[in-house]
């Protein structure tokens, strides 16, 4: 990993330890992902449910095209609530990341809970993992 010259030494220190430190666990992280990105979705082996829960949001043209096989779909999952921030800093994050998954002929659904922290991102495609 390379290092910026202008980031903070103790910062630099620490980045470094974590990245040496993790190397296996991330690895085998890594790993798990590849092997699971390799079937493709698999919403197919949801039950009809759990595919309705899923699909619940989407408009008619969304389900459409989340009933067949290989439409990637991307979930928003938000720990974050703007209510409890007057700036509202991650307001537009969502439709930020729907709109780069439209870009990559996927879909984008977003859920939220009411704690304060910020966003992360699940991608199930037949793919690669996105990042906005």
Known sequence: MTMSSRMNPAFEK???RIVRRSQ??????LEHIHGANAGGPNRLALSCSNLAHGMAVCGQADKNRLAGKTVPNVGIVSAYNDMLSAHQPFETYPDRVREAAKKTGALAQAASSHA????????????GVMRP
């Open 24 to 29: 296996e666990t991330r690895a085998a992280y």
């Open 116 to 127: 304060t922290e910020t966003s992360v991102i699940v991608y199930q495609s037949n793919k």
């Open 14 to 16: 620490v980045t470094r």
